[in-house]
């Protein structure tokens, strides 16, 4: 067993070593062997931007529903939107292992917040853009009659035909996810492969979640800790709001066979007869 006062000795050598070394947000567990009903117990210890984070009191949380007090051992608050609620422990370091850890989680979010909320904005904007007279109306397209799922519609003005135009978005988006998933196993390694001159602007910071650098925070925004503090949360819950939109656009494209503005205005116009019941009993337009 380790003594307590030993425990925070180590815990101390181990965040002085990670401040110089790591930026972003890093999660490490030590463990140590205890009695009774908690055999283990892990203690995180996290570091940004060349300085140890303080952990944050939450003893007076109040805790979502589903969640329980487990949850705040380690769900520290230091984490860009951490609210304590984590209902199947998910990210609890006991036990963790293999190649979905509380680390690749955290990280994962942000990317898929990321694209959540790219794809949010793309899949109104043509409707919304046809519909105020910006673009032509033959090319405010709804979504999913872009051609790529041929049963909802097949857009046939591009400059190729919509296959051929989707098997080389994913070439080249499956090249810029592996680069990117070289990156989260060994931090700043694409800075030391070869890519038409760019190497030096992939050095990254350290943390693969938030790169940095020239084309990652291209008006360098976060000039301070506080500032990147908070630009992170709000990135986060703008994120979580864009995956559940994603949700509803894909639910609403399945039930109403309508876009996501068309929805909108439709249930602006009638709120009794158009709305998530009534939808339910008019799958698809009724077809």
């Known amino acids: 067993k380790v003594g307590n006062s030993r425990l925070l000795c180590i815990l101390s050598i181990m965040a002085s070593i990670l401040a110089q070394r790591a930026a972003g947000l890093q999660g490490f567990a030590a463990k140590s062997s205890r009695s009774g009903v908690e055999s283990r117990r892990a203690v995180v210890v996290r570091a940004e931007e060349g300085k140890a984070v303080a952990k944050v009191d939450r003893s007076k949380d109040v805790l979502y529903i589903g969640s329980d007090q487990a949850a705040l051992k380690y769900l520290d608050g230091t984490l860009p939107g951490d609210f304590g609620f984590d209902p199947l422990g998910l990210l609890d370091p006991v036990n963790s292992g293999g190649f979905v850890n509380p680390q690749w ?126 630009l992170k949360l709000n990135e986060i819950k703008n994120g979580r709001l864009a995956m559940l939109a994603m949700f509803g656009y894909g639910a609403q494209a399945v039930i109403t066979g309508k876009g996501p503005l068309e929805n909108l205005t439709d249930h602006l116009a009638n709120p009794q007869a158009n709305n998530l019941w009534t939808n339910f009993g008019n799958v698809y337009g009724g077809q």
């Open 105 to 230: 989680l955290q990280y994962s979010e942000v990317i898929h917040a990321r694209w959540a909320m790219l794809g949010a904005a793309g899949c109104i904007a043509p409707e919304a853009l046809s519909a105020l007279g910006v673009i032509p109306a033959e090319t405010g397209v709804v979504w999913f009659r872009s051609g790529v799922i041929p049963p909802a519609g097949v857009y046939a003005n591009y400059w190729t035909d919509p296959f051929s135009l989707f098997f080389v978005e994913v070439v080249l988006l499956q090249f810029a996810e592996l680069k990117r998933l070289q990156d989260y196993r060994n931090p700043g390694s694409q800075s030391k492969q070869y890519f038409l001159g760019l190497e030096s602007s992939f050095k990254g910071s350290g943390n693969p979640a938030y790169p940095g650098g020239q084309f990652f925070n291209l008006f360098n925004l976060g000039k301070t800790e506080k500032e990147m503090n908070k």
